[in-house]
């Protein structure tokens, strides 16, 4: 996922969610597991987010 950061002119701005169930798919995650994980990946893009505009 490190390759799926949507950047603008600001800098990024998020994750691609779109690219989330290839990678399901792609490591076969259980469907009862994925919203789990969603969730997860929020919670640690808004910490990364939060991380890089402290430094910029």
């Known amino acids: 996922m490190r390759t799926q950061w949507i950047t603008g002119f600001n800098g990024r701005t998020g994750i691609n969610y779109c690219s989330i169930?290839?990678?399901?798919?792609?490591?076969?995650?259980e469907q009862q597991k994925r919203l789990a994980i969603f969730e997860?990946?929020?919670?640690?893009?808004?910490?990364?987010?939060?991380?890089m505009q402290k430094s910029s």
């Open 40 to 51: 997860d990946i929020m919670v640690m893009e808004n910490a990364a987010l939060g991380v």
């Open 21 to 29: 169930p290839v990678v399901f798919d792609l490591y076969n995650i």
